[in-house]
């Protein structure tokens, strides 16, 4: 996994609240059965028409966020399905952070699998960082996880809340499947006294 | 020192390993799985040279994807992309030895009723599967939830998670529910109430009188959409009607080795002196059947209102509705029951079981869907089918003009043909409304099987006490 240490990039702002992962990735793309690929569909129904071009308005289609890192969302960003193929598309795409009020709670874990990093600040802080991400590409957000800070391109800085684990997870870009994997003479006994203590299950 | 939740003890029974953090191993004793969510796990696997730890705990079924019409088992059936991601999983459950279910298998359904059906959901367990809905499974008292893709590959080579506790939320249903009431109008109206994000860092426990009076198949209902309020689980406590459900099944425990389960599982309720993160209390009989008007399945309000106003709301969500009533083409101020639908789907994890037929077939009998509707019921599971066939329920609904598919998630999400067209508007009793969900353009309105049966004889959103007053005698 790509590791994740500090980011200075394009900011895209969807302000919309609850952008579901029907709406990142919808179901006719979940058909695939590789990872790689997806970033051409990210937000398919609202990037592209009936016929396939490319919605003029929709904020990734706009000349100066095509190459956007970092989306700043409303509240609630990457609810209902647990399709990883939501964070795999937004990856593909090119984002490495997403910044909101709030992130469902699959989506959230989904894209730590996946080095990209959910950032989750109040209200207020969003606000600032969402007309911050409208002045196009000229503004620049810095995105720094070893000090926990997001800075805007006037220097405003916010600092953010992760979990100790998943940043240093994040940053070494560790798999997961490798570090639960030395622990299994632990998972070895907890099947042993669980076959005694709960034999039917 | 405050006692335990239900989820608590069940979270406790199950760490393999705490790091001081807080950071835990959680063990998984049922892993279920789907074609659609699974193929890039097992490819990671053989990438890794890595085996399944407990393929007698995973169990393996085509839905997503399936079409529901008969003469499935021919392979042109199915688009070449589905076929793919079926015959993958064929291909991954027998080289990797899990339980299977498949498509020529009478117990093929949907994921979230093979598990309870067969008896591998049992109270205390933990289950996931790569499925939001697994939350489903929370009516047994088990702790059931959703993962993505790299956790199910986690789960498949490792038989754990690596997880950090939710709060805790309970949500209590007083009283009882008026006629014509169901579970899928109480948690759409929990929904309406909570919101979406409501539920975001919990795990939530619904109690309370109206719950224990549900059927576990009502229950099914309520904590499958757990997750449609944004939290990672829901739970109901095991009771008497669990344990009934669940005796005799097939993977069940059996003699003393039931006896023992039964003593645990009844010690499976939050004490008295539990700790609440939050409590949201809502009185039973203040919850009238209801529907969805918007996108996503926090827009559910009771089938005699209106429909809302951008206005009405505050924060993002003015934006949002903005753009729902544009999507779901309503003019703010109309009667939610004069709103005219084109198309009725019956079935998902959330209403597709034989206490959702029965309600459906109790409205639909003796009456006909409206000239010009499209009108389908796809049962959640080939056992299902069968059982609503014996019960002479199948003949109800193709009287009734009614299309009477073959098990599998169908319409719900889309997968397969089973689809909307641009602008069609659907009463639909699966779990989601979002934008483009049931075909794109489609547009979608959340309720029980009850009203969209009812929804189908009228071609409106009706309030399906209308129909039960009718049948009543003079």
């Known amino acids: 996994m790509e590791k994740f240490e500090k980011l200075t990039g394009v900011a895209a702002p969807m302000p919309l609240v609850n952008i579901d992962t029907d709406m990142i990735i919808p179901k006719q793309f979940l058909k695939t059965i590789k990872r790689t690929g997806l970033g051409v569909h990210a937000f398919d129904e609202m990037?592209?028409?009936?016929?396939?071009?490319?919605?003029?308005?929709?904020?990734?289609?706009?000349?100066?966020?095509?190459?956007?890192?970092?989306?700043?969302?409303?509240?609630?960003?990457?609810?209902?399905?647990?399709?990883?193929?939501?964070?795999?598309?937004?990856?593909?795409?090119?984002?490495?952070?997403?910044?909101?009020?709030?992130?469902?709670?699959?989506?959230?874990?989904?894209?730590?699998?996946?080095?990209?990093?959910?950032?989750?600040?109040?209200?207020?802080?969003?606000?600032?960082?969402m007309k911050d991400a409208e002045k196009g590409s000229n503004a620049r957000m810095t995105v720094d996880l070893e000090n926990q800070v997001?800075?805007?391109?006037?220097?405003?800085?916010?600092?953010?809340?992760?979990?100790?684990?998943?940043?240093?997870?994040?940053?070494?870009?560790?798999?997961?499947?490798?570090?639960?994997?030395?622990?299994?003479?632990?998972?070895?006994s907890f099947e042993a006294d669980a076959a005694q203590a709960r034999p039917w299950v | 020192m405050s006692g335990k939740t239900l989820y608590d003890k069940i979270w406790d029974a199950h760490v393999v390993h705490a790091d001081d953090d807080g950071t835990s191993l959680l063990y998984i004793d049922r892993h279920l799985v789907h074609e659609v969510t699974s193929p890039q796990a097992f490819e990671g696997l053989r990438l890794a040279n890595r085996q399944v730890?407990?393929?007698?705990?995973?169990?393996?079924v085509p839905d997503h994807n399936v079409p529901t019409t008969l003469?499935?088992?021919?392979?042109?059936?199915?688009?070449?992309?589905?076929?793919?991601?079926?015959?993958a999983l064929d291909k991954n459950a027998r080289d990797f030895g899990v339980n299977y279910y498949p498509v020529s298998d009478i117990r093929?359904?949907?994921?979230?009723?093979?598990?309870?059906?067969?008896?591998?959901?049992?109270?205390?367990?933990?289950?996931?599967?790569?499925?939001?809905?697994?939350?489903?499974?929370?009516?047994?008292?088990?702790?059931?939830?959703?993962?993505?893709?790299?956790?199910?590959?986690?789960?498949?080579?490792?038989?754990?998670?690596?997880?950090?506790?939710?709060?805790?939320?309970?949500?209590?249903?007083?009283?009882?529910?008026?006629?014509?009431?169901?579970?899928?109008?109480?948690?759409l109206t929990i929904i309406g109430h909570t919101g979406t994000a409501g539920g975001t860092g919990y795990v939530i426990e619904y109690c309370g009188d109206a719950i224990r009076e549900l059927s576990m198949e009502g229950r099914m209902t309520i904590c499958n959409m757990?997750?449609?309020?944004?939290?990672?689980?829901?739970?109901?406590?095991?009771?008497?009607?669990?344990?009934?459900?669940?005796?005799?099944?097939?993977?069940?425990?059996?003699?003393?080795?039931?006896?023992?389960?039964?003593?645990?599982?009844?010690?499976?309720?939050?004490?008295?002196?539990?700790?609440?993160?939050?409590?949201?209390?809502?009185?039973?009989?203040?919850?009238?059947?209801?529907?969805?008007?918007?996108?996503?399945?926090?827009?559910?309000?009771?089938?005699?209102?209106?429909v809302p106003a951008a206005e009405d709301f505050s924060g993002g969500k003015v934006e949002a509705a903005k753009r729902a009533l544009t999507y779901m083409d309503l003019t703010p101020g109309t009667p939610l029951d004069e709103i005219e639908i084109d198309t009725v789907f019956i079935g998902s994890c959330t209403n597709g079981r034989i206490e959702d037929l029965r309600a459906?077939?109790?409205?639909?009998?003796?009456?006909?869907?409206?000239?010009?509707?499209?009108?389908?019921?796809?049962?959640?599971?080939?056992?299902?089918?069968?059982q609503a066939e014996e019960e002479g329920l199948a003949d109800i609904f193709t009287e009734a003009g009614f299309e009477w598919r073959l098990a599998g998630c169908s319409m719900c999400l889309a997968m397969n043909p089973d689809q909307l067209a641009p602008g069609e508007r659907c009463a639909a009793t699966s779990n989601r409304n979002f934008e483009g969900r049931q075909g794109r353009g489609g547009r979608t309105h959340l309720m029980s099987p009850a009203m969209a049966a009812a929804a189908a004889v009228t071609g409106r959103l009706t309030d399906v006490r209308e129909l039960m007053t009718e049948n009543e005698p003079a």
């Open chain 2, 108 to 187: 093929q359904g949907i994921v979230h009723i093979v598990g309870p059906e067969n008896g591998w959901t049992l109270p205390g367990m933990t289950v996931v599967c790569g499925d939001s809905h697994t939350a489903t499974h929370g009516a047994f008292g088990a702790l059931a939830h959703g993962i993505g893709t790299s956790e199910v590959e986690h789960v498949l080579a490792t038989q754990t998670l690596i997880q950090s506790k939710s709060k805790n939320m309970k949500v209590e249903i007083t009283g009882s529910l008026a006629p014509g009431v169901t579970a899928k109008d109480v948690v």
């Open chain 1, 150 to 188: 997001v800075t805007t391109s006037d220097g405003e800085a916010f600092s953010f809340e992760i979990d100790a684990f998943k940043k240093h997870c994040l940053m070494e870009g560790l798999d997961d499947i490798g570090l639960t994997m030395e622990k299994v003479t632990a998972i070895d």
């Open chain 2, 360 to 386: 459906a077939a109790e409205v639909l009998k003796g009456r006909k869907v409206k000239d010009g509707i499209r009108a389908m019921i796809v049962p959640g599971s080939g056992l299902v089918r069968a």
């Open chain 2, 226 to 306: 757990a997750i449609e309020g944004g939290a990672r689980a829901g739970l109901i406590a095991p009771d008497e009607k669990t344990f009934d459900y669940v005796k005799g099944r097939t993977h069940a425990p059996k003699g003393a080795q039931w006896e023992a389960a039964l003593a645990w599982w009844k010690t499976l309720h939050s004490d008295e002196d539990a700790y609440w993160d939050k409590v949201v209390t809502i009185r039973g009989e203040d919850i009238a059947p209801t529907v969805t008007w918007g996108t996503s399945p926090e827009d559910a309000l009771p089938i005699t209102a209106k």
């Open chain 2, 53 to 60: 730890r407990a393929p007698q705990r995973t169990i393996a």
């Open chain 1, 47 to 129: 990037r592209y028409d009936d016929d396939g071009n490319e919605v003029p308005d929709f904020v990734l289609n706009k000349p100066q966020y095509r190459d956007a890192q970092i989306l700043v969302a409303g509240a609630n960003f990457g609810c209902g399905s647990s399709r990883e193929h939501a964070p795999w598309a937004l990856a593909d795409f090119g984002i490495r952070a997403i910044i909101s009020t709030s992130f469902a709670d699959i989506f959230y874990n989904n894209c730590f699998k996946n080095g990209l990093l959910p950032i989750a600040l109040p209200q207020e802080a969003v606000d600032v960082l």
């Open chain 2, 71 to 87: 003469g499935r088992e021919n392979p042109d059936q199915m688009p070449e992309d589905s076929r793919i991601q079926v015959e």
